[in-house]
């Protein structure tokens, strides 16, 4: 094994024992921890533009060294001690050859890696200003729980954008329908009942492996597929969020089986343009035509509606909570008047 395949492997197992390392405190000045790089470097371990007591923590204890709650010389002196025993213990035999330059990685600029933030500031409703910027991100770190120091390098920005990403997966997808992926709506659901549709032109939707259960309710006697539609039983007052994203087609109030009051959105998703993906059940719409929506980012309402009459999916709703009726229909195809759609 050459020397730069041992370093590759060292830092693999470095980074691996990373995860539950916390950033300590520090009493040493930034000249003082840049006396630590030769450190990061035989071991084959990157640390951005320049050292910071997140990154020399992280090395503490993949060295085995416990720093206490402060940095300080004491804990620098034994640190730098254990990465030359460390690097001579894995050092190669002389063979005349040349060792190839381990190389940092350069600190990231604000930019297209920055953006890739502005979902998780959107998911968790926080602001950022024009762009996002180094303080937004060390706010959102601090926020999220992630050590960073007091500089974001480019392992920083990894390790916060997959800690961010998974604080916002608060609307999953659940289902795929010819091309359209489908969100949660809401992000405290109980069940999602598949049902017929009252339209010939919605098309079946295809279930993924969800955290959230789901079940296919007995037939209606219509005439579209057994999963055309998805009544999703949602939290009183949870907010409703699109979807998918596309733009609004129309949205609004109707009445509902000519005796009830009910709001709804139609959306035009980007992923399959002409079809029309429906809500209906939502309470206090907040969108309208020619708006765009983000999926699993965009309230297009303030609720689910409570129904004043028992629905088929509460034969398996142990909440009591309402639902949301959900559709993604195909326009090419005719709207067929189904026997008992209870329309006006």
Not at 117 to 131: I, K
Not at 236 to 247: D, K, L, M, N, Y
Not at 295 to 301: E, I, K, P, R, S
Request: proline residues 6%; glycine residues 10%; hydrophobic residues 40%.
């Amino acid at each position: 094994m050459n020397a730069r395949m041992i370093a590759a492997a060292a830092a693999v197992m470095l980074v691996a024992g990373a995860a539950s390392v916390v950033s300590a405190t520090t009493s040493l000045t930034l000249a003082e921890l840049a006396t630590a790089e030769p450190a990061f470097e035989a071991v084959g371990l990157g640390y951005g533009s320049r050292v910071d007591e997140a990154d020399l923590t992280r090395l503490a204890g993949l060295l085995g060294h416990d720093v206490g709650q402060v940095l300080d010389a004491g804990d620098l002196d034994h640190i730098v001690a254990l990465a030359a025993r460390r690097a001579a213990a894995t050092a190669p035999p002389s063979t005349g050859t040349t060792t190839p330059t381990i190389t940092t990685p350069a600190a990231p600029t604000p930019g297209a890696a920055y953006a890739a933030f502005e979902p998780v500031f959107a998911g968790l409703s926080v602001g950022y200003g024009n762009v996002v910027d180094d303080a937004d991100l060390l706010a959102l770190a601090r926020r999220l729980g992630v050590a960073v120091g007091n500089v974001i390098d480019a392992a920083d920005v990894d390790r916060l954008l997959a800690a961010g990403t998974r604080a916002t997966d608060r609307f999953p997808v659940f289902a795929t329908v010819g091309g359209v992926t489908l969100r949660q709506p809401a992000e405290h659901v109980e069940l999602i009942g598949y049902h017929q549709s009252n339209h010939e032109g919605a098309r079946d939707m295809t279930a993924l492996a969800s955290r959230t259960p789901s079940t296919v309710l007995p037939s209606r006697g219509r005439l579209s597929g057994r999963r055309s539609a998805a009544d999703i039983v949602a939290a009183r007052g949870a907010e409703i969020r699109s979807p998918v994203t596309g733009t609004v087609k129309r949205a609004g109030t109707y009445t509902l089986y000519c005796r009830y009051s009910d709001d709804y959105a139609v959306i035009e998703p980007d992923e399959h343009r002409g079809w029309e993906v429906k809500l209906l059940h939502i309470d206090g719409v907040r969108v309208r035509a020619g708006d765009r929506v983000v999926a699993g980012q965009t309230v297009l309402a303030g609720g689910p509606t409570p129904l004043p009459f028992t629905s088929q999916v509460d034969d398996h709703n142990g909440t009591g909570w309402p639902h949301v009726h959900l559709e993604v229909v195909d326009l090419s195809i005719p709207d067929v008047k189904n026997p008992g759609s209870g329309g006006c």
